[in-house]
């Protein structure tokens, strides 16, 4: 049966760049039942729709999510980010973030685990006294021993999988001492049920030292959300470019379907001129396969996409390339 996938192709390039992810799939022999939706800023603009609760229903019952980027110069910030993207990480648990980034060239081949519902992301806080001098704003960060642990234990047991078989827990306990000490305490002890993987743990601030310098010392990181947030910018940054970074936002214990989607904004100035590279979108179409049971194909468009996400030409070019070599 064919896998039912709800897409949110979104603004500005998303669109472009999903167009070419489908035709990618599509041509390494996996067959989606599509159904669209028509979200992100420019829908928001017309009729202030942003995530309606009954299509949240509604997705509960979808395979997958494959979105290409929301957000349009002109809506207020904050609205379509916790609105929409927030909103479907919360509500479909999607808890893990994984973003992997891999240049043979470049000597990188890292994947990091970021947690995903919450931290400072979670909008614990509020302002009290506004507009006065006496303005005060809080911006929590939450923590929970499950939500903590849940993170971890997927980061553990991808790690147990690779070759390096290394993990690294990347905080900063010298002075987030509660926040901290429970990531550390926590690692330590889900590291117990891992005895082939081997540890180790970076403070971020250090870590964004070795990730431009020495980025092949790393394979699986684990992190929080803000940090993971700054962390797989830099990542895409040191490893050919954010053109190239792919994300999945998983549900593993499969209560609901994951959501995939490149890393990369909607970058409305170049929206329409054919140059926006689609790669990204690509790699996250193989992590969707690869989430769907579709190992083969997952390998395929991935080793594809790797070998020919440079190609010249612009966004068509790119996803004719990558699709002819894996049909
Ligand atoms: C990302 C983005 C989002 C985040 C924003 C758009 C809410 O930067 O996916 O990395 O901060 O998580
Ligand atoms: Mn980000």
Known sequence: MAHRVGIVGGDGIGPEVIAEGLKVIKAAGVELDLVDYDLGGTRFLADGTVLPDETLEEWKSLDAIYLGAVGTPGVPPGVIERGLLLKMRFELDLYVNQRPF???ELGVDMTVIRENTEGTYAGEGGILRKGTPHE???????????GVERCIRHAFELAATTQRKHLTLCHKTNVLNFSGDLWQRTFDEVAVDFPSVNTAYNHVDAACIYFVQAPEQYDVIVTDNLFGDILTDLGGAVSGGIGFAASANLNPSRTGPSMFEPVHGSAPDIAGTG???????IISGAMMLNHLGETDAAARVTAAAQK????EGGTVAIGDAIAAAVS
């Open 308 to 311: 020919f996400g440079s190609t």
């Open 102 to 104: 891999v240049s043979a």
């Open 136 to 146: 005060v704003a809080t911006q929590g960060s939450v923590n929970t021993r499950m």
């Open 275 to 281: 140059v926006a590279n689609p790669t990204a979108a």
